[in-house]
């Protein structure tokens, strides 16, 4: 990572209407497109609805960014790039579908809880669709609040919970 880039980040992507994956790789395009760097990228996965469960599978995977946004900055920025993707910013269905979902899942080692961001993200740890593509990552990533490794939280998930399955 270049000095240009002094934060890492972790960002959820999901879809679950229309071109799910297309709708994913276009907002990983649209986090590029605005400077943010790539670092790795997990597989996408099919994953079974959570907490709203009247709705498609979605398509999610994590990435891990370089950054020079503050975790505000990132948020909005975030936030721009699922408006220009069709995302509405009032949903009808809290946790229901979405065109696109971008989601700050970790931003360096930072532990933060305001009216606006959450870090770590709030329900990461419960999660397997966010659990299982971080892993594929780095397994090893300690959590800042639970100070355990992301291998442990998912071993330590139900099993049988929120099923995920690989994208072709």
């Known amino acids: 990572m270049t ?13 679950n209407i229309g071109d799910k994956l ?46 020079a946004l503050d975790p505000f900055q990132l948020l909005d920025l975030l936030k721009s790039v699922e408006k220009n993707a069709g995302r509405c910013s009032r949903e009808k269905i809290r946790f229901g579908p979405r065109m696109l979902d971008l989601d700050i899942i970790l931003y360096d080692n930072t532990v933060m809880n305001t009216d606006r961001l959450t ?16 892993c594929d990552i780095d397994f090893s990533i300690i959590h800042p609040v639970f100070r355990r490794e992301m291998q442990y939280l998912l ?7 929120q099923k995920v399955v690989q994208y072709r």
């Open 3 to 15: 000095d240009q880039f002094q934060h890492t980040a972790y960002i959820c992507v999901g879809s």
């Open 22 to 67: 297309l709708n994913c790789q276009k907002g990983i395009a649209g986090l590029t497109g605005n400077g943010q760097c790539v670092l790795e990228q997990s597989p996408f996965y099919m994953t079974e609805p959570v907490d709203y469960e009247d709705q498609d599978w979605f398509i999610n995977a994590v990435i891990k960014i370089g950054t």
């Open 119 to 134: 870090i770590p993200h709030p329900r990461m740890h419960e999660r397997r669709f966010v659990l299982q593509p971080l």
């Open 155 to 161: 071993n330590h998930l139900t099993p049988g919970e």
